[in-house]
């Protein structure tokens, strides 16, 4: 016991050096404006644990809070997180309305969350919020309105949420303009569709994340990526750390300093 004491406190100093160094390095370069993250590994984490999916999901969230946290912390100013996909619909019933009560818990709490406050961290919901529970929106535009002029960091969080169907939201959308004879489809060009997304005018994400080993997209952001740079790891969500974060930026630093050139 006393040996498994030495190593684990020599292996976490190691660790904060690492951080540490990281830390300095990504001081040296411009960071991502924008860092969008699919979260992904939840159940996977739980089946190693011996423990529920609600409450792999449970620890999800609770690492997204830390996750924020680490980010917000070294300047990254827009923060989007994909939470529930329009995919994710067919998944069994129970867990559904577990995601969904955890997301308007969430949303409720947030309001109350010095963090936000103190941050001035503007929160918005993005997705088709017309297939959520009354709940979900309900606690979702009370905390879009209670942060509507914070103006320091955003945070998007992404509910059934489809790229494919916001594109298509978005045409259907622009297609009524042209319809009434307000829009001349000459002027459709990519600031006006940008207009009409879900994210609306703010910058793309300069870097994607996801976690768990797959390497996909998705339908995630998949207009707003057009040009992101995708970063993958093995991690787990409930178990990334502050140091998969400054390696996923300092990677990003690196490959753009290479195309820089
Ligand atoms: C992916 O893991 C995760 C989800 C579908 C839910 C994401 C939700 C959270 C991280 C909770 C907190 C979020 C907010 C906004 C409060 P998975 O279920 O696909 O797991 P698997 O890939 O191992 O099957
Ligand atoms: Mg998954």
């Given amino acids: 016991m006393a040996k498994q004491g030495f190593f684990s406190s020599v292996l976490s100093g190691i660790r904060e050096r ?24 939840n159940r996977r984490f739980a089946r190693q644990l011996n423990v529920s999916s609600d409450k792999g999901h449970l620890l999800g969230k609770e690492r997204l809070e830390e996750f924020l946290d680490w980010a917000y ?3 990254i100013k827009i923060v989007t997180v994909y939470a529930f996909s329009t995919e994710n619909f067919k998944r ?27 941050n001035r961290i503007r929160v918005r919901l993005i997705g088709k919020t017309e297939l959520l529970p009354e709940a979900v929106r309900l606690a979702a535009s009370r905390a ?19 790229g494919r169907e916001e594109i298509l939201d978005a045409i259907k959308s622009i297609s009524k303009e042209v319809k009434k004879g307000t829009l001349n489809p000459e002027d459709i060009d990519e600031k006006l569709i940008e207009r009409y997304l879900y ?7 300069d870097l994607v994340i996801r976690t768990s080993g797959e390497e996909r997209i998705s339908n995630f952001l998949l207009w707003q ?9 093995d991690v787990y969500w409930p178990d990334i750390t502050k140091l998969d ?13 290479r195309y820089g050139k």
């Fill in 18 to 41: 690492y951080e540490q160094s990281l830390l300095e390095d990504i001081k040296k370069d411009p960071l991502p404006r924008h860092v969008a993250v699919i979260m992904d590994g």
């Fill in 199 to 205: 994210t609306g005018e703010i910058d793309d994400p």
């Fill in 245 to 257: 974060l400054l390696k996923a930026v300092r990677d990003y630093q690196k490959r753009q300093r």
């Fill in 73 to 75: 912390d070294i300047g």
């Fill in 225 to 233: 990526s057009a040009y992101s740079e995708l970063y993958f790891t």
């Fill in 92 to 118: 069994d019933s129970s867990e559904i309305e577990y995601l969904m009560n955890l997301y308007a818990n969430s949303f409720n709490d947030l309001v109350r969350d010095e963090r936000i406050t103190k």
């Fill in 144 to 162: 879009e309105e209670y942060t509507k002029n914070f103006d320091k960091y955003l945070l998007n969080v992404a509910i059934a949420y489809g």
